[in-house]
């Protein structure tokens, strides 16, 4: 009697075993596992945007301790620059000794129209992006822009869109532009404000 | 390309092919004004600054296109030996120099820094004058801008007591 059920519970699962196979194919047709880059959300035009913002060249001018940073690296400006009085440096000793108002391939000075320091208040320096963004839509901290004001200074300052002309450096090496392009970046901005410049919580 | 400038007090015009050539060696080479030195020609040293329109600017790094129609004051023109500026006499007084080469460009620096600074602290100068000198002038340098500014202040309340 013991027998007769072994063999029973043995045919019994050698069917559900049938079973399982005919339903599981394993060709690779039939089976392919979604690629990881549709996985991974899509690119939104705040994530363009604030990968350009959050690049350290651009966080370079927005420091938190008024002291300009230089370089990929961003080490504090050589030679004991700072803020001074009007984001321009000391009285004597001004951004404008040194910088002009285009890119210097003789001596590799970077300069552009009105370089400065972001004003003291606009520091985005140790800030996430969410808290940039944040910075950039108060008044208090973006000059009392309007959004429509903060989006147009985004997109066609001259100082700001400097960021894909840097020009090269001391060596001649050029400087390491954006990681997007000047357009997806406008793009992008754009659209983020069209739609409500709306900051997702992360 | 034709620029027009003023230089020491002098209507100069000047014929250069290339507009992004420095300011600096137009000075010394087309000017012949020899007094602005190169030094490294990355804007870090100091030794080719002078004014334009009134402000310290490191002529290497400044291309000659941008001079176009500005006022610019190198060493020769800041004074002379008959009339030296309070900065080139307090200079000579402290006996700062060592080689030399730096100092026409911290001789400018120091009269830019006077110029808004009538009176600078240490801190002042530290934060104002951070040009090189590899002589290591900067203790003979220190004490020479601040003779410097008395000799200023002094010229100024002679003035003032003239005029009135
Ligand atoms: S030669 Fe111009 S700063 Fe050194
Ligand atoms: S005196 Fe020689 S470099 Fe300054």
Sequence with gaps: ?202 | MTISLNVNGISQTVEITDGNTPLLWVIRDLLDLKGTKFGCGKAACGACTLHIDGEAVRSCSYPVKLAKGKTITTIEGLGNEENPHPVQQAWMEEIVPQCGYCQPGFMMATAALLDKIPEPTDADIDRNIINVCRCGTYYRMRKAIHKAAELSKSIETVKSENDA
Excluded at chain 1, 37 to 47: L, M, S
Excluded at chain 1, 140 to 148: I, Y
Aim: charged letters at 25%; proline letters at 8%; one cysteine or more.
């Design chain 1, 1 to 202: 009697m013991k027998k007769k059920q072994t063999w029973y519970a043995l045919f019994l699962a050698f069917v559900i075993g049938l079973f399982a196979v005919a339903n599981y194919s394993t060709d690779s047709e039939e089976y392919s596992p979604i690629p990881t880059a549709e996985i991974a959300k899509e690119e939104t035009p705040f994530d363009k945007m604030m990968r350009v913002l959050t690049h350290e060249r651009c966080v370079n001018c927005h420091p938190n301790d008024n002291i300009p940073k230089q370089g990929n690296d961003s080490h504090p400006h050589y030679f004991g620059m700072a803020r001074g009085k009007a984001n321009m440096g000391f009285e004597a000793t001004k951004c404008t000794t040194c910088h002009q108002s285009e890119n210097n391939a003789y001596s590799g000075v970077p300069g552009a129209p009105e370089w400065s320091l972001a004003p003291a208040q606009m520091y985005w320096e140790g800030l996430n992006r969410v808290e940039i963004a944040t910075s950039m839509l108060d008044p208090e901290r973006n000059g009392g822009r309007t959004p429509e004001e903060t989006m147009h200074h985004l997109t066609e300052h001259e100082l700001v869109l400097w960021a894909w002309n840097p020009g090269v450096d001391a060596n001649g090496i050029p400087r390491e532009k954006p990681p997007v392009s000047k357009e997806d970046y406008i793009k992008a901005v754009k659209q983020w404000f069209e739609e409500g410049h709306i900051i997702p919580s992360e």
